[in-house]
């Protein structure tokens, strides 16, 4: 990954994670906000709800009270201190008296709570009451809250109790008024909010009546069926998000019974709404602020690796070679001053490169000088001493000055040959030509090389040598100057030659492999040490007694100009082998 | 002299106005009759006989008074007839046991028992019928009210083809608290009966038990799947004694499901005996002839077990009349007689 896209991604996340932290953020003080004013609206309906529960046992005590007074009950209760009591004429009186009253329920009943006639359950008389009330209730002046059965269940309800006497034995009657959707109504709940009452019949309503998908609810009724104790949790009714309520549900309860609960429901729609809204503006913001940050990025990213880019490429420039690459940076800032380092540096590199150049050039005159000298000095001294033969012989034996003078010219002609050869050598060196490349096929022009050498390779004065070719079949196709390489050919050949004066095996081999041609030329003869091996391409040096040391080097010239390379293995006392690889035709 | 004459004066005028008083008091004739009555018919063909009770007893006391007996003349003919609203009878002079006291008589068909009570109280109705529930309240107020022998018997039919329904029958039978109902539903009124036929036609039904044994109900109904049951929804009396039915049942464990369908598991209904002669009675139930009491007994014993029916109460028919209506009397299977009612202050 570049410098410049690490850039970009760094700058992106780091608007998008502000984004999302600052989406987060509000998001949360939102629900946060949305809880509070929940909080307070259920707490005003709870307030509302307990004044409502009130005024609600009020009326119900009321009409309790009026109905106890009325003639018909008075009269229920004085048929009550007859001996043999007679209430089947009353059996319809609770009926008037809830209708007069506007009672859901009225019951009038004996003292042991059996019904003499009930509102509700008309075919009930006789029958013990089945609310949820006991003697205590009968007791207290105050209402209550209880359970009434019905035909559809149990129903909640508002009660009060009265007794009414008229001799030693007495009557009760005892109303009701249902928590129903009407009351529910009459709570006024805040925009956004419902109330709901929950039976523990199974029952769930609001002030529009039944509430759907009231199964909904069943985790919320479960826990507080258990606990008895104020809960709340959330309801999603349908699949959308934007449907679920915040419901708190309050437990009603009598003399121990779980008679249902007051569910009171928060809609959750403004601030799932709320949430979205700002998830999907963190969501616009976060992908504009990304884009603006990719575009800023990039801008940014360009002012700053420039510099950069252009340092690399005056490095990459340097690494090929091209010592007098300069970089262009304006800024004064760390880049500036690391392209001045730079620019600093490639000029000293080539100060340096210069002087080593100068130093290696004075090395390699010295050399040749040294070298000339050696080589030269070498038939010098035999002229020398030839000369003053023939001069001694003049003077001392002139008798056999021709014979001397035979000999010593014969001598002198020869070394002065040996004079030339070495001249010559030097000078080919010098004039090495440019290659004539032309599709060649290596494993011939082995054959032909090795062809020039068979008659020396079994002359006679001297031990055979056993040529080996080991050639690829179908050739092997190579760009070459078939002059040039056939001459470094034959002085690898001659060199092997020279390494085994008591004979030997020569082996010679071609072959294409992992893209190069390669032609190796073996000896079996004294071999090489490692050291030899790394210096035996330098010019001039030699390990022969009589050589120039420019073969290898010419050899290794030659590989060169053709785009190969020379390398040179073996171990003392077990051969040699020179290997030249080049390439294959299509790729020069 | 004067003290004398006024003497005479008050005297004479004492003696008209006893005179006056008796002559109303005799049987006098002219009048409007206004009858009113819940059932309906549409036809007066005497062949085409209602299944309903209450409609079919209309109707033989319309053709009775109409066409009396054999297709002879009756004591009234039809003056106006809208089916199954209203029917106007007018006096038939010629009649052979002579022209009857009244004038006209309107029957009007068709009336709720709340419509009824209305009209009576408000004076536009004469004679209205009364529901056993209030003859009671009626007598007690001094209301002139009439009633047939029971006549009408409040039954629960089983139907169905459930394999414990004749086991849920005699468990049914045995939990229904019979006597509270007829002191408090019935307000005291009829006869607590297992049989068809009461026992004043009959002399034997208190061969069939009517007895309460909740605890052999229990036993019964035990595990009993829950038996649907209907009744006419339209008869106010019928519907509290149903609603008592499943309380008691509830008591035994048994849970009975109202239903409006006809193909309940059981069904409270009214029967109604249509004669006066036990054999004729119990053939139009459905029963065997039988002239011999024995007999009789064994066909009606046969009809309630092949019908499943479990007898509840013997009921009569009863009326209610104005003070100025006279000589209405109701045979003991509700019949009426109208030839010899009189209006005390007949209207023009």
């Given amino acids: 990954m570049t410098f410049r896209t690490r850039l970009l991604l760094v700058s992106s996340l780091t608007v998008a994670g502000a984004v999302a932290l600052v989406s987060g953020g509000v998001s949360a003080a939102a629900r946060r906000a949305f809880d509070r004013i929940a909080q307070e609206r259920w707490k005003g309906v709870l307030d509302q709800f307990q004044r409502e529960v009130e005024l609600q046992y009020r009326e119900v005590e009321d009409k309790v009270e009026?109905?106890?007074?009325?003639?018909?009950?008075?009269?229920?209760?004085?048929?009550?201190?007859?001996?043999?009591?007679?209430?089947?004429?009353?059996?319809?009186?609770?009926?008037?008296?809830?209708?007069?009253?506007?009672?859901?329920?009225?019951?009038?009943?004996?003292?042991?709570?059996?019904?003499?006639?009930?509102?509700?359950?008309?075919?009930?008389?006789?029958?013990?009451?089945?609310?949820?009330?006991?003697?205590?209730?009968?007791?207290?002046?105050?209402?209550?809250?209880?359970?009434?059965?019905?035909?559809?269940g149990s129903a909640v309800a508002f009660a009060a109790v009265r007794v009414v006497s008229a001799g030693d034995k007495s009557i009760?009657?005892?109303?009701?008024?249902?928590?129903?959707?009407?009351?529910?109504?009459?709570?006024?709940?805040?925009?956004?909010?419902?109330?709901?009452?929950?039976?523990?019949?199974?029952?769930?309503?609001?002030?529009?009546?039944?509430?759907?998908?009231?199964?909904?609810?069943?985790?919320?009724?479960?826990?507080?069926?258990?606990?008895?104790?104020?809960?709340?949790?959330?309801v999603q009714w349908t699949g959308d998000r934007a449907s679920a309520e915040s419901v708190v549900a309050l437990p009603l309860v009598h003399r121990g019974n779980l008679l249902g609960a007051l569910l009171v429901g928060t809609s959750l729609r403004e601030q799932v709404l709320l949430e979205r809204a700002i998830l999907w503006t963190g969501a616009g913001v976060g992908g504009a602020g990304i884009l603006l940050g990719v575009l800023m990025g990039f801008w940014t990213t360009l002012r700053v690796t420039r510099p950069v880019a252009q340092l690399v490429s005056g490095v990459e420039a340097v690494a090929c070679g091209d010592w007098s690459t300069r970089v262009r940076v304006q800024s004064g800032d760390e880049i500036g001053q690391l392209a001045d380092a730079f620019n600093k540096m490639t000029e000293q590199l080539i100060e340096q490169r210069d002087r080593a150049i100068q130093a290696e050039r004075v090395a390699a005159w010295r050399e040749l000088a040294r070298r000339l000298a050696h080589e030269l000095k070498n038939p010098l001294f035999?002229?020398?001493?030839?000369?003053?033969?023939?001069?001694?012989?003049?003077?001392?034996?002139?008798?056999?000055?021709?014979?001397?003078?035979?000999?010593?010219?014969?001598?002198?002609?020869?070394?002065?040959?040996?004079?030339?050869?070495?001249?010559?050598?030097?000078?080919?060196?010098?004039?090495?030509?440019?290659?004539?490349?032309?599709?060649?096929?290596?494993?011939?022009?082995?054959?032909?090389?090795?062809?020039?050498?068979?008659?020396?390779?079994?002359?006679?004065?001297?031990?055979?040598?056993?040529?080996?070719?080991?050639?690829?079949?179908?050739?092997?196709?190579?760009?070459?100057?078939?002059?040039?390489?056939?001459?470094?050919?034959?002085?690898?050949?001659?060199?092997?030659?020279?390494?085994?004066?008591?004979?030997?095996?020569?082996?010679?081999?071609?072959?294409?492999?992992?893209?190069?041609?390669?032609?190796?030329?073996?000896?079996?003869?004294?071999?090489?040490?490692?050291?030899?091996?790394?210096?035996?391409?330098?010019?001039?040096?030699?390990?022969?007694?009589?050589?120039?040391?420019?073969?290898?080097?010419?050899?290794?010239?030659?590989?060169?100009?053709?785009?190969g390379r020379i390398s040179a293995t073996g171990e003392p006392g077990r051969g040699a082998t020179f290997m030249i690889e080049l390439p294959p035709r299509s790729e020069v | 002299?004067?003290?004398?004459?006024?003497?005479?004066?008050?005297?004479?005028?004492?003696?008209?106005?006893?005179?006056?008083?008796?002559?109303?008091?005799?049987?006098?004739?002219?009048?409007?009759?206004?009858?009113?009555?819940?059932?309906?018919?549409?036809?007066?063909?005497?062949?085409?006989?209602?299944?309903?009770?209450?409609?079919?007893?209309?109707?033989?006391?319309?053709?009775?008074?109409?066409?009396?007996?054999?297709?002879?003349?009756?004591?009234?003919?039809?003056?106006?007839?809208?089916?199954?609203?209203?029917?106007?009878?007018?006096?038939?002079?010629?009649?052979?046991?002579?022209?009857?006291?009244?004038?006209r008589v309107e029957?009007?068909?068709?009336?709720?028992?709340?419509?009824?009570?209305?009209?009576?109280?408000?004076?536009?109705?004469?004679?209205?019928?009364?529901?056993?529930?209030?003859?009671?309240?009626?007598?007690?107020?001094?209301?002139?009210?009439?009633?047939?022998?029971?006549?009408?018997?409040?039954?629960?039919?089983?139907?169905?083809?459930?394999?414990?329904?004749?086991?849920?029958?005699?468990?049914?039978?045995?939990?229904?608290?019979?006597?509270?109902?007829?002191?408090?539903?019935?307000?005291?009124?009829?006869e607590i009966s297992g049989a068809l036929l009461p026992a004043w036609l009959s002399g034997y039904e208190f061969l069939f038990p009517a007895g309460r044994d909740v605890a052999r109900a229990k036993e019964l109904a035990t595990l009993a799947a829950p038996l649907s049951f209907a009744w006419d929804s339209q008869d106010a009396l019928l519907r509290s004694i149903a609603e008592r039915i499943v309380v008691n049942a509830a008591e035994a464990g048994l849970t009975l499901r109202p239903t409006a369908g006809s193909q309940a598991d059981a069904r409270l209904v009214v029967l109604r005996i249509a004669s006066d002669d036990a054999g004729d009675a119990l053939k139009a139930l459905g029963g065997a002839a039988a002239s011999d009491p024995l007999k009789l007994y064994e066909a009606e014993r046969a009809l309630i077990e092949s019908r499943r029916m479990v007898p509840l109460f013997q009921l009569p028919i009863a009326y209610e009349m104005g003070s100025n209506v006279h000589a209405w009397t109701t045979g003991p299977t509700g019949n009426w007689r109208l030839e010899d009612v009189w209006l005390e202050s007949a209207r023009p």
Avoid at chain 1, 416 to 422: A, D, V
Avoid at chain 2, 137 to 160: D, K
Wanted: hydrophobic share 45%; with cysteine.
């Fill in chain 1, 382 to 563: 035999p002229l020398q001493i030839t000369i003053e033969n023939l001069q001694r012989a003049r003077e001392q034996h002139p008798d056999q000055f021709d014979d001397v003078f035979r000999e010593s010219t014969a001598t002198l002609l020869t070394e002065l040959q040996n004079l030339k050869t070495i001249v010559g050598q030097f000078s080919d060196f010098a004039k090495m030509p440019k290659p004539e490349f032309e599709a060649v096929d290596a494993s011939a022009l082995v054959r032909e090389v090795m062809k020039l050498f068979e008659a020396q390779f079994h002359a006679e004065g001297r031990p055979a040598i056993e040529p080996v070719l080991e050639l690829a079949g179908g050739g092997v196709q190579i760009s070459a100057d078939p002059l040039q390489l056939s001459r470094a050919l034959r002085n690898l050949v001659l060199n092997a030659m020279d390494a085994m004066p008591e004979g030997g095996t020569l082996r010679v081999r071609t072959e294409a492999r992992d893209g190069m041609v390669r032609i190796a030329v073996s000896d079996s003869g004294q071999g090489l040490s490692e050291e030899e091996c790394a210096r035996l391409f330098t010019p001039y040096y030699t390990t022969k007694r009589h050589g120039t040391g420019l073969g290898l080097a010419i050899v290794q010239s030659v590989v060169s100009d053709h785009h």
């Fill in chain 1, 172 to 234: 009760l009657v005892a109303g009701a008024r249902k928590l129903d959707p009407a009351f529910l109504a009459s709570l006024g709940v805040a925009p956004g909010m419902r109330a709901m009452l929950w039976l523990a019949s199974g029952d769930v309503m609001d002030a529009a009546g039944p509430v759907a998908n009231s199964q909904k609810l069943a985790g919320l009724l479960d826990t507080i069926r258990r606990t008895r104790q104020q809960v709340s949790a959330t």
């Fill in chain 2, 1 to 103: 002299m004067r003290p004398t004459v006024s003497r005479s004066i008050a005297a004479v005028s004492c003696l008209l106005a006893a005179t006056a008083l008796e002559a109303a008091r005799r049987p006098h004739y002219g009048g409007t009759l206004r009858i009113e009555v819940s059932g309906a018919i549409g036809s007066l063909d005497p062949a085409d006989m209602p299944t309903d009770p209450a409609e079919a007893a209309l109707k033989e006391n319309i053709v009775r008074e109409v066409f009396n007996n054999a297709g002879a003349t009756g004591p009234f003919r039809v003056a106006n007839w809208e089916p199954m609203k209203a029917l106007a009878l007018e006096a038939n002079e010629q009649f052979q046991g002579g022209r009857p006291y009244l004038d």
């Fill in chain 1, 66 to 152: 009026r109905a106890a007074a009325a003639p018909a009950v008075l009269q229920i209760a004085v048929e009550a201190n007859k001996p043999e009591p007679d209430f089947s004429t009353f059996v319809d009186e609770a009926r008037a008296q809830a209708d007069a009253q506007a009672l859901d329920f009225f019951d009038i009943l004996q003292p042991d709570f059996t019904i003499i006639s009930s509102a509700a359950a008309p075919a009930r008389f006789g029958y013990r009451s089945d609310w949820l009330i006991a003697p205590e209730d009968a007791a207290v002046t105050t209402p209550f809250l209880t359970g009434v059965p019905g035909d559809n």
């Fill in chain 2, 107 to 190: 029957i009007h068909m068709g009336r709720s028992p709340r419509d009824q009570a209305l009209d009576f109280e408000l004076g536009r109705a004469d004679v209205i019928e009364l529901p056993p529930s209030d003859l009671r309240r009626a007598q007690q107020q001094g209301g002139h009210t009439s009633e047939s022998a029971p006549c009408r018997v409040i039954a629960l039919v089983f139907n169905g083809r459930r394999e414990d329904l004749d086991r849920l029958r005699q468990a049914l039978a045995l939990t229904i608290d019979r006597p509270a109902i007829r002191n408090v539903l019935l307000q005291r009124q009829g």
